[in-house]
Each structure stands twice: as C-alpha cells, then as structure tokens.
C-alpha cells in the first residue's frame, strides 16, 4: 500500500544503542515510517520488540554497512517499501572504534575497517540513496558525527583513529553539500552518551541525547546545511 502523510527514514545500526533508541522515539509518532536496518534481524530483540508498542510504522531490514552487496539489496528493498514517496530521512548512523588509542599507539591496520565503516559506508549509502532520497518531501542526510572530530574541541590525544574518522565524516558531509545544495546533509554530534561505545561514564542518557538529536533532525535550518551540529542545536566550529 502506498505511503501517505508519513514522512520515510532509513536508519543504519539499529541492533542497539543510538540507533535504537532514535527508532523507539520515533515511532511514539504515526507521522513516521521507520526502516530500521541492522546487520542481523533475527538476533535483534530489543529492536523487533518495539513493534508492539509503535504508533508510526516499522520496518526492519538486514543492512550491513561493510556488505556492499547488503547495501545494495537494501536499495532494492527500501525501494520497493516507499515506492514513489521516496526517502525523507537516510540516517547514516552505524559505526565503530577501536580500543582507546592514540596517534602514535594506534592499530594502523585496523584503522582501515574503522575507516571503512564510518566513512566508506555512509559515503556509499549517500551515493546509492541518492535517487530515493531525491524523490522525498525532506532530502535530508545526517551522518551521525562526533565533536571529536572537530579540531577545536580540544579533546586532547586519545581516540586518535576514532576521531581521525569522524573528521573525515565531516569533510564528505561538506563535499556532500557543495556538490548538492539541494539536498540537506548534516552532519550530527549526539553529544557523549552512556552506550556500548560511549561507556558508563557518558554524562548523557540515551533518551536524553537522543530527544535532542530528534528534534534537531525534524527542525533544521537552512544554515544547518553542509556543518557539524550538535544535539543542543547549536553550530560546532570544525
Ligand atoms: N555514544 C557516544 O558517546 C557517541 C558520541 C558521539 C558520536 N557517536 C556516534 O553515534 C553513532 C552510534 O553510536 P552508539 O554509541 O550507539 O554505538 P554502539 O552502541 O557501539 O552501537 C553501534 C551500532 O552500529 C552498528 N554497526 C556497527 N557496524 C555495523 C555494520 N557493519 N553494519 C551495520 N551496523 C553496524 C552496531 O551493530 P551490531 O550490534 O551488529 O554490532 C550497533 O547497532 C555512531 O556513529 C557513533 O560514532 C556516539
């Protein structure tokens, strides 16, 4: 049946986490179709079990952001979800680190999955989405994104692979943006919060980020554009 008065999202790495609970928020919406992607659906419990509660509408999907087959089979699936409504909101949320590390301890041959996932994968996602996110009411991508990778936030040596990442992230966001005005492309800082990768000593809570980060992707400006944002909406300097 064809989608009406919804507004369509993709979100990747929704097994737990961010991902999860950006999924759970927003289906306390019926405005809202969500496809929530995760690299195994069948092991994904806390993620089937919001069906039961949802107002807006949930899809779950198998996504692998290291799979470029798995990206593509999605395309071919998300297509044939949403049909001409195309997709309002391509989330660009999975991600990983390594341990804890630093510039001159770092694992330099690990880095290349980090990097492969956390900027080859939202990079190839924009490119294959393009054409559904294109055909929506909202052409927004959000990369999610971290202040760690922005040089003034001081931060200091550790999480050097991490970081070194997300800086890049936030490049391809603004390369994103130059190429295509038209589209809106951020990319989004959830601040430093209190999951398997942000750890017990995160001064956020999940449902507190991720308010933030839900009213920030549902209210952007058109300033917002092509920077790093934070979950308090406001500009990080890069
Ligand atoms: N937590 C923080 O303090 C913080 C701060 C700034 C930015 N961020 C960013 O926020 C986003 C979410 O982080 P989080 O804290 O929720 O991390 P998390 O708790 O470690 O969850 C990561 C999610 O990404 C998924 N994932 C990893 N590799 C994947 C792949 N190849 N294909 C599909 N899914 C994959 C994981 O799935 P599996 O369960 O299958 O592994 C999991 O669902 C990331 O982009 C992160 O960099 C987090």
């Known amino acids: ?10 979100i ?3 097994s737990r986490g961010i991902g999860l609970e950006l ?5 306390e919406l019926p405005s809202n179709f969500i496809i929530a ?18 107002k807006g509408t949930l899809q779950i999907i198998r996504l692998d952001v290291d799979d470029r087959e798995s990206m593509m089979q999605s395309v071919e699936e998300v297509s044939a979800i949403v049909g001409e409504k195309g997709l309002d ?16 301890t770092m694992n330099i041959d ?13 990079a190839f996602m924009a490119q294959i989405y ?8 909202k052409k927004t991508i959000v990369n999610v994104s971290s202040s760690l990778g922005a040089f003034g936030y001081g931060f200091g040596e550790t999480w050097a692979s991490y970081a070194i990442t997300k800086t890049a992230l936030n490049m391809l966001t603004y390369k994103q943006k130059a190429e295509r005005p038209d589209i809106n492309v951020v990319c989004l800082c959830p601040g430093w919060v209190k999951t398997d990768m942000g750890g017990d000593d995160a001064p956020l809570t999940l449902t507190e980020s991720v308010a933030g980060v ?16 934070n979950y308090r909406h406001e500009i990080v300097p890069w």
Request: hydrophobic share 40%; with cysteine.
């Open 1 to 10: 049946m064809a989608i009406t008065n919804q507004y369509t999202w993709l």
């Open 12 to 14: 990747t790495g929704c």
């Open 23 to 27: 999924t759970k928020q927003l289906l």
């Open 37 to 54: 992607t995760c690299r195994d659906p069948s092991k994904a419990t806390a993620l089937n079990s919001l069906k039961s509660s949802a």
């Open 89 to 104: 909101y391509l989330i660009n949320n999975a991600a990983i680190n390594q341990e804890i590390d630093t510039a001159f």
């Open 110 to 122: 690990g880095w290349a999955q980090v990097f492969k996932t956390n900027v080859a994968a939202p």
């Open 130 to 137: 393009l054409p559904l996110v294109e055909r929506s009411e």
């Open 214 to 229: 839900v009213k920030v992707i549902t209210s952007l400006r058109p300033e917002d554009s092509g920077r790093l944002i």
